[in-house]
């Protein structure tokens, strides 16, 4: 193996896990390849393990079931929050931005609530559901976003606005990675609290039927606290590696 | 019932003894079929024949010869050794009176 070819190959195996790394990168030097044909190697094997991961449900769940969906309504969101913003403070009237143009703060306090409690449930789900596969569902997720921005020009605000929903969600999915732990009563609050918060802006006629899809992350997330409840008895979610295991002996 | 190239793997972990890992499996697999084996089949397939129980693995010693770096030792497990004897079985029973047995018996005597 050539001296700039190695630590191309080195830097690739990064993309694969500590011990099968040792071991890969331990067979090429001993096999005594090519650095094309060790990058060849180890390419081929991130992508099988990465085609390997999409055999189970749970990161279809994660991209196409939650990333995809929630990033292009909550783009919608994060847009129209911003709109109801500059109209209430700066008296600046965009007519085809949200359902009814007729928000006040009340209405425009309950959409910021929302966006922020969707974006977190979301990025928790995503986070947690398939973690090895985040690069994905954070790909699909700001996808629309920047379908959006190459396609429609934004004259009226900033083009940062679509951008709102990113930081709640960006900590929903950090915490979610970090197995933050939600407890069954805290899922259930969260839940009820959009359940209520869109009831109402529904009831105003402020929320796109469609946004009712941005619910189901937040009663995911009860289901699997109690879930993980009944099975482990900790009443939170995800359960320890310790409690998985016990159940799994069962 | 085992894949062709899970049975490969078996029985060149099974000849390696003591000695089988992912670089000594593969070379002994070269040999015998004289074709390329990617790593990415290597490990993936040990994956999933670990996860049938056919085979164990674990970290080994690191050698100068590998810059230091730790092998991933095999082992196959009673499991394996039957899949792998109801595959040869399964191949001997299903090749007889197969022509080009016969050939090569009728070359050999």
Not at chain 1, 159 to 166: I, Y
């Amino acid at each position: 193996m050539n001296g700039i070819g190695w630590p191309l190959v080195e830097l690739s195996s990064k993309l694969l896990e500590r011990d099968e790394r040792e071991a890969v990168l331990g067979d090429l030097l001993e096999s005594n390849e090519s650095a094309w044909q060790g990058l060849l190697d180890v390419f081929g094997l991130v992508l099988r393990r990465e085609a390997g991961l999409w055999k189970a449900s749970r990161p279809w769940l994660a991209g196409f079931g939650v990333a995809l969906p929630s990033g292009f309504l909550l783009m919608g969101v994060s847009l129209s929050v911003s709109c109801t913003y500059q109209r209430l403070i700066n008296h600046k009237v965009y007519d085809c931005w949200w359902p009814t143009g007729h928000e006040g703060f009340p209405l425009l306090l309950c959409h910021t609530l929302l966006l922020i409690t969707w974006s977190w449930a979301g990025g928790y789900v995503v986070g947690t559901v398939s973690r090895r596969t985040l690069w994905v569902s954070a790909a699909l997720s700001l996808l629309p976003l920047f379908t959006y921005l190459c396609t429609f020009r934004l004259e009226t605000v900033s083009r940062l606005c679509l951008f709102l929903f990113l930081l709640p969600a960006t900590l929903g999915v950090r915490q979610g990675m970090r197995n933050a732990r939600v407890s069954f009563r805290l899922a259930s609050l969260l839940a009820l609290t959009i359940t209520v918060l869109m009831i109402s802006a529904w009831s105003s006629k402020a929320l796109w039927i469609f946004n009712w899809g941005l619910i189901w992350p937040a009663w995911y997330l009860v289901a699997a606290t109690w879930r993980s409840g009944q099975e482990g008895r900790t009443g939170s979610w995800p359960i320890d590696h310790a409690t998985y295991t016990r159940v799994s002996l069962r | 019932m085992l894949g062709e190239f899970e049975y490969l793997l078996i029985t060149a972990a099974s000849g390696l003894g003591e000695n089988a890992y992912g670089a000594a499996i593969r070379e002994e697999i070269e040999a015998s079929t004289e074709r390329r084996c990617s790593m990415g089949a290597l490990y993936t397939t040990i994956d999933r024949l670990e996860a049938k129980g056919l085979l164990k693995t674990w970290m080994g010693e690191a050698t100068p010869q590998r810059g230091g770096r730790a092998k991933r030792m095999v082992r196959v497990t009673s499991k394996g050794v039957h899949a792998a004897k109801d595959f040869y079985d399964a191949v001997m029973r299903v090749s007889r009176g197969a022509s080009w047995v016969e050939n090569r018996i009728g070359n050999a005597s």
